[in-house]
């Protein structure tokens, strides 16, 4: 299959998420804009964007995907002591901005990076519009440490970025917002792509076909 020119496709839909190509490893098109409304039915369809800023909008959906159900986070008893400390609160929705920033930074041996200022604006507009969400992590002073965001459809979160200033501040975050989600009653947080970290959290793989099952279900 050749990568679909989203360009010349039908506006806001897509290609089927099955239809990913093996090489790249989930790459299925090319093109379009990052609107609201093609975002979210990116999110809902399996499928999500991932590209350099001086590149065209790449959009993937990978096999497998990397998932976390919500309440079933791992948990050391000495990181839930941390959050429980008063030195240090998690919050919501506090500084969406904030967090895209320090997420935007560029990772330890990493040039540049994936959230540039297109996609920091994009996501800022998911947020104003009310499907985008972030936690922060906040110390005494009120200090941002660490933090998350992502997107909401239905009853799955699809987390995007984490980052970290002070040592376990994005588990803490990513603690915080399992405990959230449960109350809520989601299903499943997304997180695309399976890391030593993630797997040490939790995380488990689905293939595309079992992961766009649920996501038909939930999202």
Not at 163 to 186: E, M, N, R, V, Y
Request: with cysteine.
């Amino acid at each position: 299959m050749n990568i679909v020119d989203l360009d010349s496709w039908p506006a806001h839909t897509f290609p089927d998420a099955n239809l990913a190509l093996t090489e790249p490893a989930g790459l299925l098109a090319i093109g379009g804009d990052l609107q609201p409304q093609r975002l979210l039915t990116a999110y809902r369809s399996g499928i999500f964007p991932w590209y350099g800023e001086q590149d065209p909008i790449l959009w993937w959906s990978p096999d497998p995907r990397a998932v976390l159900y919500p309440g079933h986070v791992h948990c050391s008893r000495r990181l839930r002591r941390k959050l429980r400390q008063s030195r240090y609160r998690a919050v919501r929705n506090h500084d969406f901005i904030g967090v895209m920033q320090h997420c935007a930074e560029p990772r330890r041996n990493e040039p540049g990076t994936w959230l540039h200022a297109d996609m920091q604006s994009a996501y800022g507009r998911l947020h104003v519009l009310g499907h985008a969400h972030s936690v922060e992590i906040l110390d005494a002073d009120d200090q941002l440490v660490g933090g998350l965001y992502g997107v909401a459809s239905g009853k799955v979160f699809f987390a995007e970025s984490m980052f970290s200033s002070q040592t376990d501040g994005s588990k803490i975050a990513l603690l915080a917002l399992s405990d959230w989600l449960q109350q809520l009653d989601f299903k499943l947080i997304d997180v695309q792509m399976m890391t030593p970290h993630l797997a040490s959290l939790g995380a488990v793989e689905l293939s595309r076909s079992d992961y766009l099952q649920q996501l038909a279900l939930w999202s």
